[in-house]
């Protein structure tokens, strides 16, 4: 794989490359104890630099100087101190000289090459990395400045060397082939001008470059005779070790997994801090018991690099196959794969897709010319950029048709128009709204604009906590009485039972589109779809396509919010395309008026000012411990459970929160202290549908569950089966039945199936649970709520739920159970609580989860309070103000919005009776 270090100085530099670079301790294997060592990229091409490296041209290079002539290519800015704006002594970082990118081959291939001596994998190694080195310089982009977007230029300059051991534990240096390419600080413009580098644009290249390796280098083992397999983090590893032999010539590894235990972290970040943080003094064993320890680590597990390289040279390929059918799959899974969450992609993930899937079948060059073939016949379509990405962006020719359908939908039926208003009659909008008094203004005005509309598709656009549900039920009253069904429907379960309380008949969308297309029957229909900002294309599209003649649609929802998990945002491109809109823009939610201020700032994307507003108010607290956070928003949690909301980014941290928080109250005597243990299944959401279709992504005891019968397999809806075995060669998987009985099948012959781990949690009674799978026999929604009343000794559990109702259910026939504690940001958009208690680890590993969405949605959940517990609250403004929303593939012909409601309440009643009388 390929590490990138951070920005190395001049002197640093210098300091590599006589200690480390090119020292002889690194290279024990090495006939000559030198490294091998050379010049790579475009401008060393350029500048006549080849063969090893040189002192004195590194040296230069380190400066910013031209290698041969010492002419300054780069401005040299040296360090300074001063005080910034709040008064805090800033020291700037010297010169950066350049960056140290490793790539390090699997622990099988470091000891075939080095303990087993074949220096032909010693090659292989070399090759691929020369090869990796050339794609990442395909994507170097020089600064022009802070007002200037980067520029591509495609040209870089850096010198590599060859090592063959990793750093020592206990003094022994483990067997380790890695190459440190040094990626100096310099490229050159089009024009001729030399400028720095843009190091975002190396390290946005990184896992790119890892693939393109990775792929080079199975390919080329397999050609010298090796099997290959993929290991846990889909690297190529050679068959024929055990994993006993592996793990004791990996020490360092072990080493930094454990540190990263310790502190409860995880992330390539978080394990380069572990790496450095472990590291041995720089004295070691000498060359000689350094080879006799791995000599005699080899003989105790029977000298497997020997045996393993003597059955590849037995079996060495002659002839190598032409994979034109692998590179045509590999490219059509990785169109499936990356567009299915997103309508634009980086052409580098689509290349690194197609080569993950393909490895050890075709090289990255064949992948690369099936893709550019695609493009040519238009499956792939490049969109303008003008924002200065290294890499070119594209979307599909579906994902086109699909949005400008969407958009056509709504603007032929706003042309056509219905002949009458949605409510004709102004005496009956006059008479719905009286009835409701607790309507405010704006919402009075809202209920107004809707019932004047006389467009098929009309948007109402609210923000966090404006009562939007208050406004529906009106306009669900006033429908009906005007003769209009009137059904609801939402993109999540939660979300359906909140729209419900507005007195609407809910579905999800999932489910309403699994109906089918239902018949016309020409009665009159408003169909009310709550949160669109979470509704895909894909389902957008299914929807409006269907609709029939007499069918009226509300889009309801918040382009502020979270967006949908797959690709789109239909919701704000109709909004984009001039969509009539009604707009609400006045907060009803929060009854803290310090805290509605902070949600007001956050709704207008001022993320920086909510921050500093939320910590003047004493609702940010720095803890910087990862265990003493998870330990303080328990306590907080237990002063007042029954009215506390938590919210966590990412899974595993929730999971964390939920677990302490259990405890916490047990030592408080409000959870029973007796336990139950329960084999929860949690989903494996990482998968997508083009995922579930591999083999090669299932893994041994992932529980499945169909959906969907299937005569081929037998296998009925409903069904739970466990994965006993994976054949990827064969792409099929042999699963075990509830009824004892094997059945191996290719899963691309198999729809509608969900995939789980198994997880063991413990749940008392008086714990709250959440369920993570729908049950219509339960009649549970997904994500639904409710407090555990009694435990059987059989294990049936009953549950009193959020909504009153109890029920009762036996775990082990639907295990879909979580604590309900603390829940993802995602998760909590739509419910509300008094309070809410926000974890922000500024140095999460996934940071997309920390967002500007996710900071709106999280804090706008408390009627009166939010707090927010961080590791660092300096970050905390730049790691929430993080902007992840997804982009279209089409840009829609830009028309204004048709009859936007004005935020001034009185003006919108104003603007709302005009047109109702100019009807």
Not at 235 to 248: F, S
Not at 282 to 288: A, H, I, R, V
């Amino acid at each position: 794989m390929l590490t990138i270090s951070k920005s190395l100085s001049a002197g640093q530099a210098r300091t590599y490359h006589s200690r480390e670079f090119t020292s002889e301790k690194q290279n024990y294997w090495s006939r000559d104890q030198q490294a091998h060592n050379e010049w790579q990229g475009k401008l060393a091409q350029q500048w006549g630099l080849d063969g090893e490296v040189g002192s004195e041209h590194f040296a230069r290079l380190s400066e910013g100087q031209h290698p041969e002539r010492g002419l300054q290519l780069v401005k040299h800015q040296p360090a300074r101190t001063y005080e910034n704006e709040h008064g805090k002594e800033i020291t700037s970082v010297e010169h950066r000289a350049g960056w140290d990118a490793t790539f390090s081959a699997p622990k099988s291939v470091s000891l075939t090459a080095l303990v087993g001596r074949d220096d032909r994998v010693r090659e292989a190694h070399r090759e691929s990395v020369r090869v990796a080195l050339g794609e990442l310089e395909r994507y170097t982009q020089a600064r022009i400045g802070n007002v200037h977007a980067p520029e591509t230029t495609g040209k870089f300059i850096a010198a590599t060397f060859e090592h063959d051991t990793a750093r020592p534990v206990d003094g022994y240096a483990a067997p380790q082939l890695h190459t440190h390419a040094v990626i100096f600080n310099v490229t050159e413009r089009e024009n001729g001008q030399t400028r720095a580098l843009q190091e975002r644009s190396l390290f946005q290249s990184q896992h790119y470059a890892t693939s393109v390796y990775r792929s080079e280098l199975a390919m080329r083992l397999h050609g010298l005779g090796y099997e290959i397999e993929r290991g846990k983090h889909g690297q190529p590893e050679i068959k024929g070790y055990t994993q006993e032999y592996l793990d004791a010539s990996s020490p360092r590894r072990e080493q930094i997994k454990e540190h990263l235990q310790e502190i409860g972290r995880d992330g390539a970040g978080a394990a380069q801090v572990a790496a450095h943080r472990t590291r041995d003094s720089k004295e070691l064993l000498s060359p000689e018991e350094v080879l006799q320890r791995h000599r005699e680590l080899a003989a105790q597990f029977g000298h497997q690099a020997d045996r393993v390289v003597a059955q590849a040279r037995e079996q060495a390929h002659h002839h190598a196959q032409q994979p034109e059918k692998t590179v045509q799959q590999s490219v059509t899974y990785s169109r499936v794969h990356v567009f299915e969450r997103s309508a634009v992609q980086d052409e580098r993930a689509i290349l690194q897709a197609a080569m993950d899937r393909s490895m050890g079948q075709a090289t990255y060059g064949q992948v690369r010319h099936e893709f550019e073939q695609r493009v040519m016949r238009g499956e792939f379509r490049a969109i303008e950029q003008t924002d200065g990405r290294a890499a070119p962006q594209y979307t599909t020719a579906e994902m086109i048709r699909m949005e400008k359908e969407i958009v056509a939908q709504m603007q032929r039926g706003n042309e056509r128009g219905y002949g009458d208003p949605m409510l004709v009659s102004p005496q009956l909008r006059i008479w719905t709204e009286d009835r409701h008094p607790e309507l405010s203004p704006a919402q009075r005005s809202a209920v107004d604009e809707i019932f004047v509309s006389r467009e098929k598709i009309v948007g109402l656009d609210g923000v966090a906590g404006a009562g939007k549900t208050t406004t529906l039920a009106v306009v669900r009253e006033g429908a009906e009485a005007q003769g209009y069904t009137v059904e609801g429907f939402a993109p999540t379960s939660r979300a359906a039972h909140k729209l419900a309380e507005a007195g609407i008949e809910t579905s999800t969308l999932q489910h309403h589109l699994a109906r089918g297309e239902q018949p016309d029957t020409g009665e009159k229909r408003l169909y009310v779809l709550d949160e669109s900002s979470l509704a895909s294309t894909r389902q957008m599209h299914e929807f409006v396509t269907r609709l029939h003649p007499n069918d009226r649609v509300l889009l309801v929802g918040d382009t502020r919010q979270h967006e949908a998990v797959e690709a789109g945002r239909p919701f704000a491109q109709l909004q984009e395309a001039g969509m009539r809109t009604v707009r609400l823009e006045e907060i009803v939610r929060q009854r803290d008026p310090e805290l509605k201020k902070a949600v007001e700032q956050l709704a207008h994307g001022q993320v920086g000012a909510a921050v500093e507003s939320l910590d003047r108010q004493g609702r940010v607290h720095e803890v910087k411990g990862h265990e003493e956070r998870i330990s303080a928003i328990a306590r907080e949690y237990a002063k007042a459970p029954e009215s506390t909301l938590v919210v966590s980014p990412d899974n595993r941290s929730r999971s964390e929160i939920n677990q302490r928080i259990h405890d916490e109250l047990q030592s408080r005597g409000v959870v029973s202290q007796r336990e139950h243990s329960i084999n929860t299944l949690v989903p494996r959401q990482e998968m997508t549908g083009a995922d579930r279709s591999w083999a090669q992504q299932y893994q041994i005891n992932d529980i499945l569950r169909y959906s969907r019968s299937s005569q081929e397999t037998c296998i009925e809806k409903g069904e739970y089966t466990r994965v006993v075995s994976v054949n990827a060669r064969e792409n099929t998987l042999t699963v075990l039945r509830t009824n004892g009985e094997h059945t191996t099948y290719d899963p691309r012959r198999q729809m509608g199936v969900s995939v789980y781990r198994e997880q063991e949690k413990a749940f008392s009674v008086g714990d709250r649970i959440q369920f993570t799978a729908p049950n219509q026999e339960l009649k549970i929604a997904n994500r639904e709520l409710g407090t555990v009343e009694a435990i059987a000794q059989d294990g049936t559990m009953r549950m009193k739920l959020d909504n009153e109702r109890s029920m009762s259910f036996d775990p082990l026939r639907h295990p879909h159970l979580d604590h309900g504690y603390a829940v993802t940001s995602y998760s909590s958009q739509g419910q509300t609580a008094d309070r809410v208690l926000i974890n922000v680890d500024t140095e999460l590993g996934a940071k997309d989860l920390l967002n500007n969405r996710m900071a709106y949605v999280s804090v706008s959940r408390g009627r009166w309070d939010a707090q927010i517990f961080t590791n660092d609250r300096e970050k905390l403004s730049q790691a929430l103000g993080h902007d992840v929303s997804h982009q279209s593939a089409h840009t829609p012909d830009l028309k204004p919005p048709q009859h936007e409601i004005a935020e001034t309440p009185k003006q919108e009643k104003s603007q709302g009776m005009d047109i109702g009388l100019s009807l």
